[in-house]
């Protein structure tokens, strides 16, 4: 029994000093695993971290858009920009009103821009010749 022990030792040995060799011609380093590998006990990431850069890259980018989309609309808004830009007249405008709960009448003489006209309040500009335009 002791004979055949010593003759798997040396072939486990004689297996060993093959693989080396062979390793070495090929230049290959024998390489042991120092500390196997363990599983965290928590996870790595912060998710309030994701949480606030998602929503401020969000913010950031739907205010972008809607910078983009106002900058790059080509209504006119007033009067004087239907007239500066078409060089026609304007016939009529319609008041922006600023709430549905606010009367036209807001201000203590009974208009809401406080010079005491409605009509004023109401339509910006009215010429009625083109000349009145320019």
Do not use: C
């Not at 000093?17 to 120092?34: F, P, T, W, Y």
């Not at 500390?35 to 998710?47: K, Q, Y």
């Not at 989309?69 to 239907?82: A, G, H, N």
């Amino acid at each position: 029994k002791a004979d055949e022990d010593t003759y798997l030792l040396y072939l486990h040995k004689r297996e060993e000093a093959r693989m080396a060799d062979a390793l070495d011609e090929q230049r290959i380093l024998n390489v042991s695993i120092a500390e196997n590998p363990a599983v965290p006990s928590l996870p790595n990431d912060d998710r309030w971290l994701y949480a606030f850069a998602g929503t401020l890259l969000a913010a950031t980018l739907s205010a972008g858009v809607v910078f983009v989309i106002e900058y790059l609309d080509p209504s006119l808004r007033t009067p004087s920009e239907v007239v500066s830009e078409l060089n026609i007249p304007v016939l009529a405008a319609l008041p922006l009103r600023k709430s549905t709960t606010e009367p036209a009448y807001a201000h203590a003489n009974g208009s809401a821009n406080g010079n005491g006209s409605h009509a004023a309040d109401m339509f910006t500009s009215v010429p009625v010749n083109p000349e009145d335009a320019l």
